[in-house]
């Protein structure tokens, strides 16, 4: 059974509609990509999927329940963790406070502290600088620590919004090593990007959207020698 399931799901602005009725679905333990230009609706059905957006219409089923009536918070604490698009950290307060924000579903201090030891695991640079106020991080940095307030909450489903956004070359490559790292110690990942011969290197499938649809699906691989993403997407 898919860990998330989406069905004809619609995302409405005003009189604009952003996604017209897409479906897709992750399965445990996969790195799922989706991509396409900017506007192309790929935010906006994740932040419909992380409870953010209400749907105009369609379901969207995560761990087989349906999710779309509840609010966010609920989401988080059945295992939906979100890198919002921006980082969004809590920019007055330090690293060590908003890495613990990510585990204020958590009661156990000693479940805590190892949440902690993984994410230094990951972001060495974090346990350095824990007492450093998150605004005065770099983007990177920054994105370091949406990331590990994510992983705090110990989810089942990490949503990634743009996690290259702004970011040097160095720190891109940094970042996807650990998204890399990530996928591969078995967690599930559903990954909006924009570069997409990254996303689509690293992904198990992928979903290509064009102006609120779903234009193509495949295997990460088939879609990187895909003559239509090489032409849009590729600069080839």
């Known amino acids: 059974m898919s860990l998330l399931q989406v069905q004809d799901l619609k995302v409405a602005y005003g ?18 990509a989706l991509i396409g230009a900017n506007g192309a609706g790929k935010s906006s059905s994740l932040k419909a999927i992380a409870g953010l957006l209400r749907p105009a219409a369609g379901a969207i089923d995560f761990l087989g329940q349906r999710t779309n009536p509840l609010p966010a ?31 204020f579903l958590k009661k156990d201090p000693q479940a805590i502290a190892q949440k902690l030891e993984e994410v230094f695991h990951y972001f060495p640079r974090l346990k350095e600088r824990l007492s450093q106020l ?49 996928s591969a110690a078995g967690m599930t990942v559903l990954l909006v990007e924009q570069n997409a011969r990254l996303a689509l290197q690293m992904a198990d499938r992928a979903y290509v959207m064009e102006s609120g649809l779903v234009t193509l699906t495949g295997s990460g691989q088939d879609l990187l020698q895909d003559p239509r993403v090489r032409t849009a997407y590729l600069g080839e």
Do not use: C, W
Request: proline share 5%; charged share 20%; hydrophobic share 45%.
């Open 15 to 32: 009189g604009i509609n952003a996604v017209k009725g897409i479906d897709l679905h992750v399965n445990p333990g996969e790195l799922v």
């Open 73 to 103: 918070y609920e989401l988080v604490r059945l295992g939906l963790g979100l890198v919002p698009e921006g980082r969004g950290v809590f920019k007055r307060m330090t690293i060590l406070e908003n890495l613990q924000m990510g585990a």
């Open 134 to 182: 998150a605004g005065t991080l770099s983007g990177g940095e920054q994105q370091m620590v949406a990331m590990g307030r994510a992983m705090m909450a110990g989810p089942k489903l990490l949503l990634l919004d743009e996690p290259s956004m702004g970011l040097s070359p160095m720190m891109v490559e940094t970042i996807f090593d650990v998204i890399r790292h990530l």
